[in-house]
């Protein structure tokens, strides 16, 4: 939002023209040649406003008793739709905004620092203790206080949760909108920069646990003072890193308080979440694998050029959001690095096939057996860190990796790249690209993956996984480890997620750190839930939809609809989100066992893992019964 609110400002300055974010309305509002600053502010501001009040009425208020996944994915499309709309209202190129406070340097103790951080510094210490005062004194701020702790005491006392949380949605908006602004004339307006602000944001916020301003201000500062002295560092000392450690720096903190202050297992009395996306047991295999195995097959050999292209970036789609199936459908542990961990199995495969020359099939194996042990190390403090903090650390984990691996021209090769041999065995040549050879690769690679998975799920290692999710202290209490649960998740799930890196590799020949930036992961989680979060099908869909696949290929060439691809996308999570965590997959299902019992009189099956109402708790009775549930999960 702060993005969409700097550039609302910046295009006010430069041309006069209002810009609205709603596509299919007029673009823009002619307000004369230029804005001068106060007006063009105070509009910019009240865009603001307008968007806290859409983003809460529309998305987060019917969210308000769904999981945590519904909740961050919610967030996930929210971000894809205002980067969407950026880039289709103001392109991508960098813009450089004139300067709002005094940027002459300021000598302190020898050193030159520009006023304009100064006043920043200052500015955020004094809106951080207003802050603080009227949350502390005013009846406004005890009225929030009091609907965060107690929405139903909130009420019977006379206030209403949903007017307090609009008030709320709007200061953050417009708080975030005149950071955004006062930012934009330091580090230029562009739509990537602008989104990955938020990782060093939620790291100050992690720090202040959400709830003390001072705490959260003043981790703020620090954070933004060392990443400076990285900058100087790098600059002065030719043996310091170039790259990565001033972005990797927020992820250390994040990682360490969120560890220390985090607990094993959730706390008594902890309210468990809505009910969660149903992980159905599969049916039988050789039918549900076959027809579709003969179908691909033949649409291999029937279509050809970028269908053919776009068919085999489905299935390799497909593939990586079985991994967040596994993780994130299987066992409730939400990732948002997943193709941090299918890059690093790339640049692997890379160093090992070209540069060490280990042969096919063990490169792609090893490769993504080191993404398994990078996702290990991703999910210890999965072992004390939970739902939407949990996503915070492996959204930092992701950048971080970005920034000091892939973007590391040692071991990425830099925009040139790594190269990538081709696959082969016993003498016969894979092919890249949209062979069909190679097609037929990527299916055997998919149909044992997915094998693999459903195998997992109906495994008493499977309802154990669905055990954790369901509630970890009833599965502890049952004799599951929690903790061997989780980071045998994220192994399985890295290491899946690493074979799909590694088929990106083979398809191109030559892998950069473009493939597998964050924001890649976090379509791949929108397409993921998109299509069905927790059922090997929805992976299927997920795999069509996935961006440069067959779905936005075949629209976009029959309707023009390229430039729109994220926009619906993202606006399409939001619906799945609000009105059907099932996914598509899900709701097809509902379809069918809706037909089967009209016509037949069948009941459908009631799924294992299911998450308690809304009101039941991890408390006294409610434990007791989530204790049978869960033994039965477990066998």
């Known amino acids: 939002m702060a993005g969409y609110v700097a550039y609302v400002y910046s295009e006010l300055r430069r041309t006069g023209d209002l810009v609205f974010p709603v596509i299919g309305l007029p673009d823009r509002l002619d307000l004369g040649d230029s804005v001068s600053f106060w007006p063009a502010l105070v509009i910019a501001l009240a865009c603001a406003v307008l968007l806290g009040l859409a983003a809460h009425y529309l998305v987060f208020r019917p969210l308000r008793h769904a999981p945590s996944l519904a909740k961050v994915v919610a967030s996930v499309g929210l971000m894809i739709v205002l980067q969407s709309i950026i880039?289709?209202?103001?392109?991508?190129?960098?813009?450089?905004?004139?300067?709002?406070?005094?940027?002459?340097?300021?000598?302190?103790?020898?050193?030159?620092?520009?006023?304009?951080?100064?006043?920043?510094?200052?500015?955020?210490?004094?809106v951080s203790a207003v802050l603080w005062a009227a949350y502390r004194f005013l009846r406004f701020g005890l009225a929030t206080r009091a609907a965060a702790e107690n929405e139903k005491g909130a009420s019977l006392l006379g206030y209403s949760p949903e007017k307090l949380a609009a008030t709320n949605w709007v200061i953050a908006t417009v708080l975030a909108g005149l950071a955004g602004i006062l930012i934009a004339p330091i580090s230029g307006l562009n739509p990537l920069n602008y989104s990955l602000f938020v990782v060093p944001a939620l790291g100050a916020a992690?720090?202040?646990?959400?709830?003390?301003?001072?705490?959260?201000?003043?981790?703020?500062?620090?954070?933004?003072?060392?990443q400076s002295e990285v900058t100087k560092f790098q600059a002065t000392y030719s043996w310091f890193p170039k790259v990565g450690v001033k972005e990797g720096l927020p992820f250390l903190i994040i990682i360490l308080v969120m560890y220390?202050?985090?607990?094993?297992?959730?706390?008594?009395?902890?309210?468990?979440?809505?009910?969660?996306?149903?992980?159905?047991?599969?049916?039988?295999?050789?039918?549900?694998?076959?027809?579709?195995?003969?179908?691909?097959?033949?649409?291999?050999?029937?279509?050809?050029?970028?269908?053919?292209?776009?068919l085999i970036v489905s299935m390799i789609g497909a593939v990586i959001a079985l991994s967040l199936v596994?993780?994130?459908?299987?066992?409730?542990?939400?990732?948002?690095?997943?193709?941090?961990?299918?890059?690093?199995?790339?640049?692997?495969l890379s160093k090992f096939a070209d540069k060490v020359g280990i042969p096919f099939p063990f490169a792609p194996l090893m490769a993504a057996g080191v993404a398994a042990l990078l996702g290990l190390l991703v999910g210890i403090p999965a072992l004390r860190v939970r739902g939407v903090n949990l996503a915070v650390i492996t959204l930092a984990a992701g950048v971080a990796i970005e920034e000091f691996v892939f973007k590391?021209?040692?071991?990425?090769?830099?925009?040139?790249?790594?190269?990538?041999?081709?696959?082969?065995?016993?003498?016969?040549?894979?092919?890249?690209?949209?062979?069909?050879?190679?097609?037929?690769?990527v299916l055997v690679v998919l149909t044992l993956v997915a094998l693999g998975v459903s195998n997992l799920r109906r495994s008493t290692t499977g309802r154990r996984l669905l055990a954790v999710r369901s509630n970890e202290r009833a599965a502890a209490a049952s004799g599951v480890s929690v903790a061997s649960a989780k980071l045998l998740a994220f192994a399985i799930s890295s290491f899946i997620a690493g074979l799909g890196g590694c088929l990106i590799a083979y398809q191109r020949g030559q892998v950069s750190f473009e493939s597998f930036g964050v924001f890649v992961s976090l379509n791949y989680l929108a397409m993921a839930y998109l299509g069905g979060i927790a059922v090997v099908s929805g992976a299927m869909v997920a795999g069509a939809l996935a961006s440069g696949g067959l779905v936005f290929l075949s629209l976009d060439r029959w309707i023009g609809f390229g430039k729109y691809e994220l926009l619906v996308a993202g606006i399409g999570l939001i619906i799945t989100a609000i009105l059907n965590p099932e996914g598509i997959a899900g709701g097809m299902r509902f379809m069918v066992g809706q037909l089967r019992q009209r016509f037949t009189g069948a009941r459908a099956p009631v799924p294992i893992g299911e998450?308690?109402?809304?009101?039941?708790?991890?408390?006294?009775?409610?434990?007791?019964?989530?204790?049978?549930?869960?033994?039965d999960a477990t066998g």
């Not at 450089?96 to 006023?115: C, D, H, K, Q, Y």
């Not at 992980?279 to 291999?300: E, F, K, N």
């Open 326 to 348: 596994v993780l994130t459908g299987f066992v409730g542990q939400i990732s948002l690095a997943q193709m941090a961990f299918a890059g690093t199995a790339a640049f692997t």
């Open 206 to 226: 992690l720090v202040g646990r959400f709830s003390s301003f001072g705490l959260t201000m003043a981790a703020g500062l620090g954070i933004g003072m060392l």
């Open 611 to 631: 998450a308690p109402a809304p009101e039941a708790a991890h408390g006294s009775g409610g434990e007791a019964r989530e204790k049978e549930r869960v033994s």
């Open 408 to 441: 590391n021209p040692s071991y990425s090769g830099g925009f040139r790249g790594s190269p990538v041999p081709e696959a082969g065995l016993f003498g016969l040549e894979f092919g890249r690209g949209n062979d069909i050879s190679f097609g037929i690769f």
């Open 260 to 310: 220390l202050a985090g607990k094993s297992l959730p706390t008594r009395g902890t309210l468990a979440e809505g009910r969660q996306a149903s992980a159905l047991r599969p049916g039988p295999l050789i039918p549900s694998t076959l027809l579709p195995v003969i179908g691909v097959v033949a649409l291999l050999f029937t279509i050809q050029g970028g269908y053919r292209f776009a």
């Open 87 to 126: 880039v289709l209202r103001f392109g991508t190129t960098n813009r450089t905004v004139s300067t709002i406070l005094p940027a002459e340097p300021f000598e302190i103790f020898g050193i030159n620092i520009p006023r304009d951080r100064l006043y920043l510094a200052a500015l955020a210490i004094l």
